[in-house]
């Protein structure tokens, strides 16, 4: 008999699950599908190569190359992959790596990303300018702190040929699309259904007991536990799903959501993005450290100019 009760509840917690999952997975193709093909044209076409050039004479007072430029550009328009590809066509330092890596990993993927963000609280403008301010926060922090090095950076490309027609184009766009659609169809939903499992057996209090210390070490609020665990194992724009039925549902204020925004816009993913580049030589420390690190000022630093606000 309880057997059956547990299965009723489950399954009770999909069919509630499922249509709400649905309808977010909708929405993130209308916001990621037509944005990963204008970026697939404008690279292909080269103009986020001809803006890297105006930004070269910049990355000289960070420490990298003026190469450097065409990585970060990528990044901030495409996910991570095609942002290493490029990477590794370049002739740098370990350490001119790591810095690259940093502000690559707070700023890539920011059309969809922030588009997200906007959704649950955060204006779009100001956090798209927030994570590239980090972005370069990061490197002039790591330009400081790490010692200086001539070790080369040495990895074998990991990414796919460029294409070469806009027949390819189209073709790579379409099947990396297809593969895309699977997989947020099946995380958002997985995670929609984990949600409603852990408010229906009461476990949801006891995640945000656990954190709730980490949180507010964070300048975070203690009910936001499961929203950061999403972001930092499967990343923002799989956890959307989560953040924007917390606030759709109001279990979540947009002030609350956007400090959560702040804090994932620099420090998400820490698992998956961050061994990406521990997989190419890059320390782990380094950058998870630095993220951390710079997530829970930033945080901090919101909070204790809107408590000046107030007062004034």
């Not at 403008?125 to 001539?150: E, Y």
Request: proline share 4%; net charge positive; charged share 10%.
């Amino acid at each position: 008999m309880a057997n059956k009760q547990i299965i009723r509840r489950l399954y009770k917690c999909l069919r509630l699950a499922t249509p709400r999952s649905l309808s977010i997975c909708l929405w993130l193709f209308k916001v990621m599908l037509p944005i990963s093909l204008a970026m697939s044209v404008l690279q292909h076409v080269g103009v986020i190569s001809w803006l890297a050039g105006y930004l070269s004479p910049i990355f000289s007072y960070i420490g990298l190359s003026g190469d450097s430029a065409i990585v970060f550009l990528t990044s901030i328009f495409l996910p991570l992959y095609p942002t290493i590809a490029v990477m590794t066509t370049l002739t740098i330092t370990l350490r001119e790596a790591t810095i690259l890596a940093v502000m690559c990993l707070v700023s890539h993927n920011l059309p969809v990303e922030c588009s997200v963000a906007h959704k649950t609280g955060s204006p779009f403008g100001k956090i798209v300018a927030f994570r590239i301010f980090m972005s370069f926060a990061s490197a002039i922090v790591l330009n400081w702190l790490m010692p200086q090095s001539d070790i080369p950076f040495t990895f074998m490309s990991m990414g796919s040929a460029e294409a070469t027609s806009w027949g390819m184009l189209f073709t790579d766009w379409l099947s990396s699309s297809l593969v895309l659609i699977v997989t947020i169809v099946l995380i958002v939903t997985a995670l929609m259904v984990l949600q409603r499992v852990l408010e229906e057996f009461g476990w949801m209090h006891r995640i945000a007991h656990i954190l709730s210390p980490l949180m507010r070490l964070f300048g975070l609020p203690s009910g936001c536990s499961l929203l950061w665990l999403t972001g930092n194992v499967v990343g923002m724009a799989y956890g959307a799903a989560i953040m924007i039925d917390e606030v759709e549902q109001g279990r979540l204020t947009r002030d609350e959501a956007n400090l959560v925004n702040h804090h994932l816009g620099v420090s998400h993913s820490l698992l998956e993005d961050t061994m990406l580049f521990v997989a190419m030589g890059i320390s782990f420390w380094w950058i998870f450290l630095t993220r951390l690190a710079l997530a829970m000022v930033a945080v901090w630093t919101m909070r204790g100019v809107k408590k000046l606000g107030v007062r004034n």
